[in-house]
T-cell receptor, first 111, second 113 residues
Framework: GENVEQHPSTLSVQEGDSAVIKCTYS??????FPWYKQELGKRPQLIID?????GEKKDQRIAVTLNKTAKHFSLHITETQPEDSAVYFC??????????FGPGTRLSVLP | NAGVTQTPKFRVLKTGQSMTLLCAQD?????MYWYRQDPGMGLRLIHY???????AKGEVPDGYNVSRLKKQNFLLGLESAAPSQTSVYFC????????????FGEGSRLTVL
């Protein structure tokens, strides 16, 4: 089955700096890769996703890049703000109609 | 439009007790999922359903049962609760399965003493 690794597990950045979180997956047939953000005590919510037919997707300060050859995809957050502080999860398709999630990255944006 | 609703939000059980978590969605989604979230381990899939009357095992199904008698509801049961089942449980639904967004409920915090 699919195995998803995520690094780093914790990340602290100064406000205004950029943050990058990387995930690797094992199943070369996977073709959809979402990123979820979970604020403290809240439910996870989708912030951006990418399909395997493109290499990069941007939405304002957030971008995701995909390298299918190396089987990794990354979340990029530019000009970080305090409200970006949260836990971020990547995911990849698992066996059947379900997702396998990475263990999460706790991002802290320091003022 | 309430989205995905979970009940109860909090519950404390004693070892050996049973309980049922209810998940309801009003988006007419075919796919529904139950995940558990433990510190440092992300979201792990317990069971899922690809439509009314269907269920399938996920990554960590032992000790849990599920039922999907109606399209809008997905029930998660613990027949004999154990301390290892202390966790936060999230229900989610999706229109497209693995090709689309998961919509999560607010979570249910379960403590087993």
């Amino acid at each position: 089955g699919e195995n998803v690794e995520q690094h780093p597990s914790t990340l602290s950045v100064q406000e205004g700096d950029s943050a990058v979180i990387k995930c690797t997956y094992s199943d070369s047939a996977s073709n959809y890769f979402p990123w979820y953000k979970q604020e403290l005590g809240k439910r996870p919510q989708l912030i951006i996703d990418i399909r395997s037919n493109v290499g990069e997707k941007k939405d304002q300060r957030i971008a995701v890049t995909l390298n299918k050859t190396a089987k990794h995809f990354s979340l990029h957050i530019t000009e970080t703000q305090p409200e970006d502080s949260a836990v971020y999860f990547c995911a990849a398709p698992g066996y059947g109609q379900n997702f396998v999630f990475g263990p999460g990255t706790r991002l802290s944006v320091l003022p | 439009n309430a989205g995905v609703t979970q009940t109860p939000k909090f519950r404390v059980l004693k070892t050996g007790q049973s309980m049922t978590l209810l998940c309801a969605q009003d988006m007419n989604h075919e796919y529904m999922y139950w995940y558990r979230q433990d510190p440092g381990m992300g979201l792990r899939l317990i069971h899922y359903s690809v439509g009314e009357g269907t269920t399938a095992k996920g990554e960590v199904p032992d000790g849990y049962n599920v039922s999907r008698l109606k399209k809008q509801n997905f029930l998660l049961g613990l027949e004999s609760a154990a301390p290892s089942q202390t966790s936060v449980y999230f229900c989610a639904s999706s229109y497209r399965g693995i090709g689309g967004e998961l919509f999560f409920g607010e979570g249910s915090r379960l403590t087993v003493l």
